[in-house]
């Protein structure tokens, strides 16, 4: 069992800044692969980027080149650094965990965090 807990979110100005953290409980926390996924009003959630257990790194097109995930095993911690930040990235932020070695596909997440807003102003 895994619990997830995200922070970090607030509200920022375009062009700002955030690191979203999700700790984590449980020892086996190294042996998942970690997905933010985020939900905007009135939209379906979607995949925003993933860190697999040895490090391997995915971003949805929206996001690449501004957004860095990482993550730090000893801390049981994953961070999402947003940078150039726009209005359209407002949302509600979500770290879940995943048994595959690689995946975007939220169905394939079995442990999520409840999730912490991010809110840009223009």
């Known amino acids: 069992q895994v619990q997830l807990v995200e922070s970090g979110g607030g509200l920022v100005q375009a062009g700002g800044s955030l690191r979203l953290s999700c700790g984590a409980t449980?020892?086996?926390?190294?042996?998942?692969?970690m997905g933010w996924f985020r939900q905007a009003p009135g939209k379906e959630r979607e995949f925003v980027a993933l860190?697999?257990?040895?490090?391997?790194?995915d971003y949805s097109d929206s996001v690449k080149g501004r957004f860095t995930a990482s993550r730090d095993n000893t801390k049981n911690t994953v961070y999402l650094q947003m940078n150039s930040l726009k209005p359209e990235d407002t949302a509600l932020y979500y770290c879940?965990?995943?048994?595959?070695?690689?995946?975007?596909?939220?169905?394939?997440?079995?442990?999520w965090g409840q999730g912490t807003q991010v809110t840009v102003s223009s």
């Open positions: 879940a965990a995943s048994a595959k070695t690689y995946s975007a596909r939220m169905e394939e997440y079995i442990y």
């Open positions: 860190i697999t257990r040895r490090g391997g790194l």
């Open positions: 449980g020892r086996t926390f190294s042996s998942y692969t």
